[in-house]
C-alpha cells in the first residue's frame, strides 16, 4: 500500500536518485530547472510516496513570479510544480495523481492561488490543469508553448493573466498573490 508523506530532511539523495531515474541525468538542462537553481521550494509542499519504507514518487512546489510585460502593475506570486516523479516501475498506479491532490490541497490551505508547470495536458487535466489563461505566459527559455498549464486554486486568480514567469527576486517589493490581496515578496 502507497503512503504519502511530507517531505523530510533525510529525503534529499533517494529524491534526486528517483529524479535521475526518471527524468536522466540531463534534466537539470530543462529552462523550468532555471527557475529552481538558488531558490528552496516551498518547505511544506514537498511530499514523498511510500510502498513498504520504499520510495516510489515524490513532488515539490517552488515559488515562482509572473511579472507583466505590458503594464507596470506588480507582479503575480505563483507556485512552480515539478518535478512529479514516480519510479519507473510503478508508473501508472495512481501514485502520481495522488501526490498532486495532497499537494493541490495543502496548497490551497496555505493560501496559494495559482500553480503553473510544464507537462502533458492528457495527464495533468486529470487534477485540473489546463492550456486556458497560459497563453500569455512566457517561460525564459525555450518551452513547447502547449505543454504550459495553469490550475487556480483560488477563483479567478489567474484572470487576465500573462507575462514573464520568474524567480521570486527576495526584493520585498509588492506583489499579487491572488485577486484583489497584495503582501511583500517572499
Known sequence: MISIR???EADPAAVEALLDRSFGPDR???TV???REGVAPVKELGFVAFDNKALR???QFWPILV????SCGPPVAALLLGP???EPAYAGRGIGMGLMRVGLQRAKQLGHAIVILVGDLPYYSRVGFHREGAEGLRLPGPVDPNRLLIRELVEGAANGLEGLIEKPDGSGAEVTVAAGHREAAP
Open 33 to 35: 530547472y532555471r527557475l
Open 6 to 8: 511530507p517531505y523530510r
Open 57 to 59: 514518487g515524490s513532488l
Open 28 to 30: 537539470q538542462k530543462k
Open 84 to 86: 512529479l516523479a514516480v
Open 67 to 70: 511579472r507583466p510585460l505590458q
